[in-house]
């Protein structure tokens, strides 16, 4: 299939050129999809309460919202290029949809298995597999809607059509194109009385069943009548002449085509990368420390006032953990030992609490070298303190948790600097070939 003829002066396949009017920025889209996948446990969890643990199946089904949404706004972009034929755009937009798509979920799956390992709240039953079609669906209908912003008013008539779909479709069994999505991925429940069911409570003889495919019509339905606008008005219209079929500035030149170096401004964006992974890291790694700790025991340590001194008697060598209980502030805490040997606190990155009733925030944990008796004290302004076993956390998160703060706060700022680095590198002034100052 014959995707693009290559603009003048650039050689290379012509699916490249496809390829990159579909995925301009793959750099940027790829740092996008990890700062998202690393925000949206965090998100989900802020407006929820203290003792919340998330679970595999709403992440699974967040993530697909996510690679959905790009999807559709990858392919709206798309779409609205005066150049191409429409065919083998909604053809690249679909394809690609569903490989971005897939790549993001299964990340998405790894991370809270490998990474921050969450209990499996119900099975997932092909959500990963839905939620790729959705992406390919919505490839298809981002790049009929990025065609009709040209017509403003067939543009208006789709909008008016879908809502009047969704009205005349209320209380039926098919749902209207705008609740489709949500049901295309959770199912359509459908009641059934249990046959010789008797109880007090009617619910208890009440089964429940999930379709999708009702959804799933409804979906495709609306996204071929959006893909038939858009072929309607690309035949209308006479496709441009002329434009540039890249999309970018200065594709037909070779120079711009091999890239000119990056401007100072590179450096702008590689301190913001710096300051936001310095903020992002510690929250990631202390709200997956609470979502992926399997055993915690809050409640069988030894607790004090801040600034009153708490013995322990340590049986082997180990970790013992500082938590400050409720919402006061703990700070400078050190353990010495009989023999007045000190061992400093290592600080958990992040804010990990737990309990509901009572909030306990692990503000870090002792390496204790030797069995013994160990004095621990903490400072702070007023509240109490509890030393007791670390939780347990699994998965690589467990592992991040018990790393130093200066390899936490490099960890967090490694992207900035690799954008810096490949800056300097990429500004660096280049000898001129052999073969060309022969010439």
């Known amino acids: 299939m014959r995707f693009r003829r290559p603009p003048p002066g650039v050689t290379g396949r012509e699916v490249r050129h496809a390829v990159r009017d579909w995925l301009p920025y793959p750099g940027r889209i790829l740092a996008a999809a990890a700062a998202v996948l690393l925000l949206t446990l965090p998100a989900l969890g802020a407006g929820r309460y203290a003792g919340w643990r998330a679970d595999l199946r709403t992440l699974t089904t967040a993530s697909v919202v996510v690679a959905s949404a790009g999807a559709l706004l990858l392919a709206a972009r798309y779409g609205t290029r005066p150049t191409g034929r429409l065919p083998e755009r909604f053809a690249v937009a679909t394809i690609g949809g569903g490989l971005l798509a897939g790549a993001y979920v299964g990340a998405t799956l790894l991370y809270f298995r490998l990474v921050v390992p969450l209990e499996v709240d119900g099975a997932l039953r092909g959500l ?37 779909g969704q009205v005349a479709l209320a209380g039926t069994a098919v749902p209207g194109p705008l609740a489709a999505v949500r049901l295309w991925l959770v199912g359509s429940a459908q009641p059934h009385d249990l046959p010789g069911c008797v109880s007090l409570a009617p619910s208890e003889c009440v089964a429940w069943t999930y379709r999708h495919w009702p959804a799933g019509l409804s979906l495709t339905v609306t996204v071929l009548v959006a893909v038939m606008a858009a072929l309607a008005v690309r035949r209308a219209a006479p496709e441009g002449t002329g434009a540039d079929p890249s999309g970018s500035e200065g594709a037909g030149d070779p120079a711009a085509e091999r890239g000119a170096p990056p401007g100072r401004s590179r450096y702008a964006v590689a301190a913001a990368l710096v300051v936001a992974g310095l903020v992002l890291i510690p929250a990631a790694i202390g ?153």
Do not use: I, K, M
Not at 131 to 144: C, E, I, R, S, T
């Open 287 to 439: 709200n997956g420390v609470r979502q992926a700790t399997s055993a915690v025991t809050t409640g069988t340590g030894v607790s004090a006032p801040v600034g009153s001194p708490v013995e322990v008697v340590v049986p082997r060598p180990g970790r013992l953990a500082v938590f400050a209980v409720g919402l006061g502030a703990v700070r400078d805490c050190r353990a010495v030992a009989a023999d007045s040997r000190r061992v400093g606190l290592t600080p958990v990155p992040g804010t990990v609490r737990y309990g509901d009733g009572v909030s306990y925030r692990w503000v870090g944990t002792f390496r204790l070298p030797a069995p013994g008796r160990w004095t621990v004290t903490c400072a702070g302004d007023e509240g109490e303190y509890l030393v007791g076993d670390p939780p347990r956390v699994e998965g690589l998160v467990g592992r991040l948790v018990e790393l130093p703060r200066p390899l936490v706060w490099l960890l967090g700022a490694l992207s900035g600097l690799l954008v810096a680095a490949h800056t300097a590198l990429a500004r660096r002034p280049r000898r001129p070939s052999v073969a060309a100052a022969d010439r």
């Open 128 to 164: 990963p597999v839905r939620g790729v079609a959705l992406a390919v669906l919505a490839g298809a209908f981002g790049v009929a809607l990025g065609a009709l912003l040209r017509r403003p008013v067939l543009l208006l008539a789709l909008g008016v059509l879908l809502v009047g």
